[in-house]
C-alpha cells in the first residue's frame, strides 16, 4: 500500500485547523491569526519533533510508523473512521476496531426475522453462530448456541465426524482447507486476540488434520459462493451463499438463495412444509452442522453453520 503524501498533508492539516485549543486541554494564549491548533500544539500533543511534523504537512516526509500515526490520531482527537482514514493514506493496514462479539444489533436481528422464505444466519469471523431463521434451522439443524464448542463450525468440523456427513466424502479435504484458510485470515485480522488464539490452540490439540493444515499458512476469506446441501428429506439443494459483512467485519449475515431457472426454489417451498419436524423425530441427530463452503465451481469460497434458531442477544 503506497503512501498518498498529498492527501495525508492535506487531511492533517484540515484536522488540525477544525480544532480548537479547550477542545484539547490547551490554554486559548494570544490572538491568533489563523483557526485551529498551531503545529507546535500538535507536536507537543503528540511527541513528536516539529521538523517531522512539518514535513508530513508539507507533503515532504518520509512514512511515519503505526506508533506515530496513533499519536497523531489522539492529538487530532480524530474518530475511528478518521483515524483508519489517516492509516490508509499513510499506506498503512488500520488497526482492528472493537469487535460486536456476540451482541447483535436489533436492526439486524430485524432483518434476520423478515427473512421468512430465504434461509439466513449470522455467524462470527470465527464461525459461531450468533443466529439463524426458522427455515435456516430446517435446512441446516439445530445446535447450543450457550456451547462454545458445539456452536463453532470450525471445532466441529474436525473433531465431529458426524458433521461431514451432509457433504461428499470425496470434497471433505477441501472443505478443511476452506475452513483452516478462512479461519486464518479472521485471525490475523484480530492480531491473534485472546478468543481466536484459544481456538487455535483448542484445534491445534485436538486435530492433527487442522494442524497440518495451519502449517501451511493458506488464507482466503469467504465469500459469495455456490454451495449443495443433502438434506434427508427434501434430498440434495443447491444454494447461492451472499456473504454481507457488519462495520467491524467480526460478524457476517449469510443468505442462502436458489439458483435462478433451477428446480430448487421448489425444494425450499417444501422445506417450509416440513419444517423441523425431522429433528424433533426420537433418536434424530440433530442435522447437519450447516454448509461448510461452496462447491468446486471456480468462485470465492463460501461459509456458513450450523446453530439454533434463536441467538442470545448480547
Known amino acids: 500500500m503506497e503512501m498518498n503524501r498529498r492527501e495525508l498533508a492535506d487531511f492533517l492539516r484540515r484536522s488540525r485547523e477544525r ?93 434476520l426475522d423478515q427473512l421468512t422464505e430465504t434461509p439466513a444466519q449470522i455467524v462470527s469471523d470465527l464461525g459461531d453462530l450468533l443466529a439463524q431463521n426458522a427455515i435456516a434451522t430446517a435446512l441446516f439443524g439445530g445446535v447450543c448456541p450457550l456451547d462454545p464448542d458445539n456452536r463453532n463450525v470450525a471445532w466441529r468440523w474436525f473433531t465431529d465426524p458426524a458433521a461431514r456427513t451432509a457433504y461428499p466424502a470425496a470434497e471433505h479435504d477441501h472443505w478443511s482447507r476452506v475452513h483452516v484458510a478462512d479461519l486464518r485470515a479472521a485471525v490475523a485480522r484480530r492480531a491473534g486476540d485472546a478468543a481466536s488464539a484459544a481456538l487455535v490452540k483448542r484445534l491445534r490439540a485436538a486435530s492433527t488434520e487442522f494442524s497440518a493444515l495451519w502449517e501451511l499458512h493458506e488464507v482466503a476469506v469467504r465469500r459469495s459462493s455456490r454451495m449443495r446441501v443433502v438434506h434427508p428429506v427434501i434430498g440434495p439443494v443447491d444454494l447461492d451463499c451472499q456473504t454481507l459483512l457488519t462495520p467491524t467485519e467480526d460478524q457476517r449475515l449469510l443468505i442462502f438463495t436458489p439458483p435462478p431457472g433451477t428446480s430448487d426454489a421448489t425444494h425450499l417451498q417444501l422445506l417450509r412444509v416440513v419444517g423441523t419436524e425431522r429433528f424433533d423425530a426420537p433418536g434424530s441427530p440433530g442435522g447437519p452442522v450447516g454448509p461448510v463452503g461452496p462447491v468446486s465451481t471456480g468462485g470465492s469460497a463460501g461459509s456458513g453453520s450450523g446453530g439454533s434458531a434463536r441467538p442470545r442477544r448480547g
Open 19 to 111: 480544532l480548537r485549543p479547550q477542545d484539547v486541554g490547551l490554554p486559548e494564549g494570544p490572538r491568533r491569526r489563523t483557526p485551529g491548533l498551531r503545529r507546535e500544539e500538535v507536536v507537543h500533543l503528540a511527541g513528536m519533533s516539529a521538523d517531522y511534523y512539518i514535513r508530513l504537512e508539507q507533503a515532504r516526509g518520509p512514512q511515519p510508523s503505526d506508533q506515530m500515526l496513533g499519536a497523531l490520531a489522539r492529538a487530532l482527537r480524530l474518530t475511528e473512521d478518521e483515524r483508519d482514514h489517516l492509516f490508509l493514506l499513510a499506506g498503512h493496514r488500520p488497526p482492528t476496531g472493537r469487535l460486536c462479539g456476540e451482541h447483535i444489533e436489533p436492526g439486524l436481528l430485524y432483518l
